[in-house]
């Protein structure tokens, strides 16, 4: 099922950016064929904006710094995303937002957009009661998990052509963890990877996006203004 919200109200978007939802999963090449289509249209003036809430058929892909050694056990198909990053895992249970934004209308700022993009995921994580932070050298989300030591709950990973974006975030919702175990999330070996359901909550994705839609606003906001300098994403 697709959804478009061309309205703007606190729980949607600005009604020049589409807002798509899909609830069956997107095969990962369908969609990242997409997106790239959409991202060259965008920049030509030609289409909307986009953010698109989404999941894949479980997926590796493997961004522009990942490392062979890093892929312990291709169970999965492997996929090239072109985005910044190693290699990550997409599957059932894991909550994906594209956001495809046009920079030159806004601050033009990189590492202000990353910034922002976490922030939005931390402040919906929060309306979950799970706190969730940045860690300086560490790409993600993180949060602590059941054994007290930090764990990622939710992964980043942009490109940014023309100044538009695309990619976006990943949220652990309810994915078989154990299919993190084929790869070096990130490429960080010591750290662990966790979800809301491991936190003890269920949490749907009807409701994950809901929540992630009341701070539409704010994101966007954040997006006007550069990232202070001594902020790192």
Known sequence: ???????????????????????????????????????AAIAEGTARELVWLLEHPP??????????????????????????????????????????????????DARGFVHALEGWVIATLADFGVESFRRDGRIGIWTTDIDGREAKIGAIG??????????????????????????????????GVTSLQRLGMTVDQAAWDRALLAHAGAFLAALDKPCPPEVVP
Request: glycine share 12%; hydrophobic share 35%; with cysteine.
């Open 158 to 191: 942009v490109r940014i052509r023309r100044w538009v974006t695309m990619h976006g975030f990943a949220v652990n919702l309810s994915p078989d963890l154990s299919h993190f175990t084929g790869i070096v999330p990130c490429g960080i070996a010591e750290y």
């Open 59 to 108: 997926v590796y892909t493997a961004g522009t710094s990942a490392a062979a050694p890093e892929l312990l056990d291709p169970r999965f198909e492997v996929v090239k995303a072109g985005r910044g990053g190693r290699y990550t895992y997409h599957g059932p249970g894991q909550r994906i937002g594209y956001v495809l934004l046009d920079l030159k209308s806004r601050a033009r």
């Open 1 to 39: 099922m697709t959804s478009l919200f061309p309205g703007h109200s606190p729980g949607s978007l600005p009604g020049d950016i589409e807002l798509r939802i899909d609830r069956a999963p997107v095969p990962y090449r369908q969609a990242l064929d997409e997106m790239t289509g959409r991202n």
